[in-house]
Every structure is written in structure tokens, then in C-alpha cells.
């Protein structure tokens, strides 16, 4: 089977940033624009999310599992946050001080808060929980964050991985309960 990317193109990728509230949807109606008017800068800024989605994978998969993260990994994602510090201003928010960006914003100002979101995790001391999914048969590999008080979560979602994992033990529980001896 043929591996199937979320984020096919610039596009795609704002979309999504919109989805995690990266951005607002006036953002992405600014960012498509410019996009539409620089489809090669686009797609190169499209480039640089795919090396940082990878670099981020990469480092935390490993941490994931009891390995260091690879230099080159870092490397990426520190060039990324030290780019998106160059455009950051200290602001105050609600809860008091943050970094912010300007509204208008280049093309990269999607990549701006992904290279902080991972930075901010990778210092945050939570990295112990930090886990990588082993759900469908091994092949899903979806990191995520064990944010349970216990600190036992196994899968990504209990909706996918974990549901399809359960049913699958209980199956063979029960398969091995009629079996005749």
C-alpha cells in the first residue's frame, strides 16, 4: 500500500495549522492568497514543513524510546524556532506574557508556531511522556503525549488503535475459550 500524506501541499498544510489552532481562518485566507500569487515559494515553504515534520518525528520517536535525538533532527528544529523567534514579539495575553506574531505575515509564519509547539514540548520536562502508538499491528507509529495521572496510556486513540487492539485480544480470548481441549 502506497503511503498516504495529510499534508499533500501549502494549502493542506495552512488547513490543517487552521485545525489545530495554529492559525486563525484569516490567516489562512492571507496565506492561500499569498500562496496563489508564489506557488513555487509556497511549495518550497511547503518543503521546509515536511524536513520539520520529519525532524520532529524523528527526535521524538527516539526520545520516545529511551534514545537520544538525533543532532540533525535538533538542529532542524532549533534553525526553524530561532527563524520563528526573529518575527516573535513578547505580547501580553490573558494569562499574562506570550510570544506572538504579526497577523499579516510570509508565507513561513506557518511554520512558526509548529517549530515553537515542539521546542516548548522538548523543554518542558514532560518528555518521559512521551510515547510512540504500537496499535494496528504494529504499523501505526503515531506519537503522542501521555498526559494520564498513571502514566500507562499505550495508544494514540482508543477510538482507533486501542479499540481495534481490545477487540482483537478479546477476540482471541474467546476463540481460545471454545476451542475443545
Sequence with gaps: MEPHDDLPDYQELVTWAVH??????????????AAEADPEGAAAIHRD??????AIYQAFADIAHGRQAPPA??????????AALRHARLATVPTGLDWSWP??????????PLARS????????RLARIKQCPGDDGQCGWLFLDNTKSNTR????MRTCGGREKSQRQ???????????
Design 103 to 112: 497577523e499579516h505575515g510570509p508565507l513561513e509564519r506557518v511554520l512558526w
Design 73 to 82: 533532527a535538533l538542529a532542524t528544529i532549533q534553525d526553524a524556532y530561532v
Design 118 to 125: 515542539a521546542v516548548d514540548l522538548a523543554t518542558s520536562g
Design 20 to 33: 489545530r489552532g495554529l492559525l486563525t481562518p484569516l490567516q489562512q485566507r492571507r496565506l492561500i492568497r
Design 49 to 54: 514543513a515536511l524536513r520539520l515534520r520529519e
Design 154 to 157: 499505550r495508544w494514540c486513540s
Design 171 to 181: 477476540a482471541a480470548r474467546l476463540r481460545a475459550a471454545h476451542t475443545p481441549r
